[in-house]
């Protein structure tokens, strides 16, 4: 009974996101505004929560939020609690250098908070310091790492007692063991796959994780950040390259089995997809997860935009079932992303008398 | 930007969604036909399936992107 309701609690907590995201909307007087002013309202709304920012907000209009602290480098270091910008109103002075928030980029300003607008790229020409702040995403990552290696951790020595594991590692076993049976084994092959089941673990999980908490109304949008993506695909890159076997190289810039023009012609091509295949799986997740959420909101916009409650309601109910499919995809992508990951290693270890 | 200057991106971007369409559609449909005549294979053309299109909605979303 207690599993079914927590279950219970669990799908409402994400069907609830989709209103969850726009409450804080209806506190600006959004009917008072003309149609093409809503509109701009609205997207710069939308924006604001695909960002990163200073302070985790956990529900702005009522105030429950607590400030991330902010550390910059810029000649010298420089820590202060974010709570000091005033949600981009104040400037903040800090060993004698004055920074102010910009549509959540710091930089650095004189005592008034003045922003060079460059005229020809609409972005300031101020100087931006050396940004090592924890932001909302920086926060969220930690967090999140922290309970998948407490989780996984703990379901571990519960295996020093006896064959089958502790509550949690029931959930967790299957789904260990699909990583290994279905991506690992039949991608990577009997011999090598040891040396990449952790990478491939940690990979699957982090971006499951990280993608159903950008599905919670927190507003957490981690892997909505490309610098995120970019990171893990270069993981991947990186081990595929440094863990590759002679056959590897081999196959790029001397296919065998094809005459000799064609591998003249086909190394450069080779060559160039051993940097776009990591390119994608970046691109791939964050265009994922950004236009889910982006296509989310918009139609939670649509909601405020038309005022027949027949329309409102066929919106609410497209919402729903978006939200829905969200959550598949959050599965979908990091099954993906591993998978292709595994694939790269598998063409990595490759040994000749494989396929040929 | 002038109103007239979103009209190409909007339709470099219904470009982008038919080709993504009938690419995955593709795929798809003969994942189904191969289903249907070996239904025992069903987990191995599902895999299949599932990398093309990933692949092929991954080109789609950075053309998405770009336009």
């Not at chain 1, 010298?76 to 974010?82: A, D, E, N, P």
């Not at chain 2, 995955?24 to 239904?39: D, F, L, T």
């Amino acid at each position: 009974m207690l599993t079914k309701k927590i279950f219970s609690i669990l799908v409402f907590t994400f069907l609830i996101t989709p209103f969850a995201v726009f409450a804080e909307g209806a506190h600006t007087e959004l009917s008072e505004l003309s149609e093409s002013e809503k509109k701009a309202a609205q997207k710069e709304y939308i924006d604001h929560h695909l960002q990163d920012s200073y302070d985790f907000g956990i529900w702005h209009a009522y105030g429950i939020e607590f400030p991330l602290p902010v550390i910059l480098i810029d000649e010298g270091l420089h820590v202060f609690m974010s709570s000091e910008f005033h949600h981009g109103e104040s400037v903040v002075e800090s060993n004698g250098k004055y920074y102010k928030v910009f549509h959540s980029k710091i930089y650095r300003t004189d005592a008034e908070g003045t922003i060079n607008m460059d005229e020809s790229t609409h972005h300031p020409s101020n100087v931006k310091p050396l940004d090592l702040s924890i932001t909302k995403n920086v926060f969220t990552i930690i967090l999140i790492s922290i309970l998948i290696f407490w989780l996984f951790k703990s379901v571990a020595k519960s295996y020093a007692n006896s064959m089958i594991p502790s509550k949690k590692g029931r959930l967790l076993e299957p789904l260990v063991l699909f990583v290994r049976d279905e991506i690992a084994i039949p991608n990577i092959g009997e011999k090598y796959y040891g040396k990449y089941m952790s990478y491939l673990l940690t990979v699957f999980f982090f971006i499951w994780f990280l993608n159903l908490a950008g599905m919670t109304p927190l507003g957490i949008g981690v892997t909505n950040n490309i610098a995120v993506t970019f990171g893990l695909a270069i993981m991947t890159f990186l081990i595929t390259q440094f863990t590759a076997k002679k056959d590897y190289w081999g196959h790029i810039f001397w296919m065998p089995g094809v005459p000799v023009f064609m591998k003249v012609v086909l190394a450069p091509i080779e060559l160039l997809g051993v940097f776009i295949k990591p390119f994608a799986l970046m691109i791939r997740l964050y265009a994922n997860m950004t236009a889910g959420h982006v296509v989310m909101m918009s139609l939670i916009a649509l909601l405020y935009l038309f005022e027949n409650w027949l329309a409102r309601g066929a919106f609410l109910g497209l919402t729903l079932f978006l939200s829905i499919l969200e959550l598949l995809v959050a599965f979908l992508q990091a099954y993906i992303f591993t998978m292709l990951t595994a694939l790269y290693f598998g063409a990595a270890v490759a040994e000749h008398d494989d396929h040929h | 930007m002038e109103t007239v200057e979103y009209i190409p991106r909007i339709v470099g971007a219904g470009l982008i969604v038919i080709g993504a369409g009938l690419g995955i559609g593709k795929i798809g449909g003969s994942a189904m036909e191969a289903i249907a005549r070996q239904p025992e294979a069903t987990n191995k053309i599902q895999t299949a399936m599932l990398i093309a299109a990933a692949l092929i909605e991954g080109i789609g979303f950075a053309a998405l992107f770009a336009s």
